[in-house]
């Protein structure tokens, strides 16, 4: 008797071949969250694994158990018990219960801890004070407010590695959702709120920066980049970034806020004064507003 097909070494060199593929074309290797550059975005992935690994608890014995118990209990094989009567077990009660709350716990365990950990609206411990970024989401674009340089830059955010990132975010326009997958972390930007991040780069590097919330049309253009430089060539590109005859005051302002898809890159050598608490402000108002129109 020949062996089956699946045993054959054609199908098994096809199987090896598609499995190549298949991880060729998902580029983990290159996945930003599972290679991060930073110590944020390194814990993260390190929480990912490590309950990847307590789930694989379960995993692993479900598939060896329905093998064998496919391969026993097969049509062919009379060495297997046949026990129609049988409809209760004590240990296998216990391990089916046990084992999957213990799991429960130790998972839950796991984020409570990690998640006071990775707070992001903890400061990160550094002998080096940390630049402070305001972020403003708009339709459809990222502004990046730098109150110490005075300056300001659409879709485009430079930082010195080594160098702790202090941001500042919030929406003038719906929801979004701010997510630099290399360094970790991802917060909402909401209008009239303000949330914070803290992240911070191990290295010089240029990492890709998105929206995760749907907010409409231009949503899967709003991405910019995100360049960790050094001390050096960041007080260059503060520099240039001062020579842009731009300025943006409050008309200056009111036209960027306008919605407009794949936006370029432009530099701001002079921003209005507390921009960023204004467009908080903005949304007080109207809310204080829609309240008293309510209560009237």
Not at 44 to 54: C, G, I, M, P
Not at 179 to 184: S, V
Request: aromatic share 12%; charged share 20%; glycine share 6%.
């Amino acid at each position: 008797m020949g062996r089956p097909p699946f045993h054959s070494r054609a199908w098994r060199a096809m199987a090896a071949l598609a499995a190549v593929l298949l991880t060729a074309g998902c580029g983990l290797a290159d996945a930003p969250i599972i290679n991060p550059k930073g110590p944020i975005g390194q814990a993260e992935s390190d929480l990912l694994f490590t309950a990847f690994k307590v789930m694989l608890i379960v995993v692993i014995p479900v598939f060896v158990l329905a093998f064998g118990f496919v391969l026993r209990y097969r049509a062919g094989n009379e060495k297997a018990a046949y026990r129609p009567d049988w409809d209760y077990s004590a240990p296998l009660d216990a391990v089916v219960w046990l084992v999957p709350a213990l799991i429960v716990i130790s998972l839950g365990v796991l984020v409570w801890i990690n998640t006071h950990k990775l707070d992001p609206y903890r400061p990160l411990a550094s002998s080096v004070p940390p630049l402070e970024v305001e972020v403003v989401a708009q339709d459809w674009k990222w502004l990046f407010i730098y109150p110490e340089q005075d300056i300001a830059v659409v879709n485009e955010l430079v930082f010195p590695s080594e160098t702790p990132l202090s941001l500042k975010i919030t929406s003038d326009t719906v929801m979004n959702s701010f997510f630099i997958p290399a360094l970790g972390g991802q917060i909402y930007a909401m209008a009239g709120m303000r949330t914070e991040m803290h992240l911070l780069a191990d290295a010089p590097g240029r990492f890709t920066g998105k929206n995760t919330q749907y907010s409409g049309d231009g949503f899967a253009d709003q991405h910019f980049e995100a360049i960790a430089a050094s001390r050096a060539d960041f007080e260059a590109w503060v520099a240039k970034v001062k020579q842009s005859p731009e300025r943006l005051d409050p008309s200056a302002y009111d036209a960027l806020a306008a919605p407009s898809i794949k936006h370029p890159v432009t530099y701001y050598s002079a921003v209005e004064p507390n921009l960023f608490d204004a467009i908080l402000a903005k949304y007080a108002a109207n809310r204080t507003e829609a309240e008293h129109d309510e209560a009237n």
